[in-house]
């Protein structure tokens, strides 16, 4: 029963009120208290209903966040927003191609005679391939630690001031990613290192 009055409460039943002065009948709006009555009433929608549901939530939240100016502010948390993921494509994207590669020229280079540039292009083909499987995590994991994707209204992402924002800080976000996924290069040269010198030792 409790489960009952709280669905009651929260949804608030779609019952006509007669006002006895104004000989007027209202209806009562459901009300969404939290995102899974939200959920509830968009599935008792049929699949028209939600698009019209869709547009029409779309069209206000366009009036009311139209007027917004966007600021020199506003556009620089857009471009944090956009590049964050992109840190974590790059670092991925370097590890595993360095990684793969140096492991490639030690395996095959050897036994098959392939060359150092073979071997990093099959590396960076193994980093593209895995890039497909991570990106979505990576993108997920971005929006669950931030709490959201965005800080723009779908109109205003649409504005060349926007997406010229949006392009820089996914620039910069990849490029010190690729800096930070560099790391294995302090390991594998110290291994090359260590092989020159038993090399010549010998």
């Known amino acids: 029963m409790s489960s ?60 009311k966040n139209g007027n917004t100016e966007l600021t020199r502010g506003l556009l620089a948390q857009e471009a944090v927003y956009a ?58 994991n971005v929006k669950w630690i931030l709490g959201r994707s965005t800080v723009l209204t779908p109109k205003q992402r649409d504005t060349s001031r926007a997406h010229r924002w949006v392009f820089a800080g996914r620039c910069i976000s990849i490029c010190f990613g690729c800096i930070l996924g560099m790391w294995p290069l302090f390991l594998l040269s110290g291994n090359s290192q260590e092989k020159e010198e038993s090399t010549e030792g010998d």
């Open 4 to 63: 009952y009055h709280a669905i009651r409460r929260c949804l608030n039943a779609t019952i006509p009120r007669i006002n006895l002065q104004t000989r007027s009948i209202s209806v009562l709006r459901p009300t969404i208290c939290d995102a899974a009555s939200a959920k509830n009433f968009v599935n008792g929608l049929s699949i028209s209903e939600q698009q019209h549901l869709a547009e029409a939530l779309s069209h206000v939240i366009d009036q």
């Open 83 to 140: 590049g964050i993921p992109f840190i974590g494509f790059g670092f991925l994207d370097n590890t595993i191609m360095l990684c793969a590669g140096e492991y490639i020229d030690i395996t095959l280079g050897s036994a098959l005679g392939i060359s150092t540039l073979a071997a990093a292009a099959m590396g960076n083909l193994v980093s593209d391939v895995a890039g497909i499987g991570t990106a979505g995590t990576v993108e997920q």
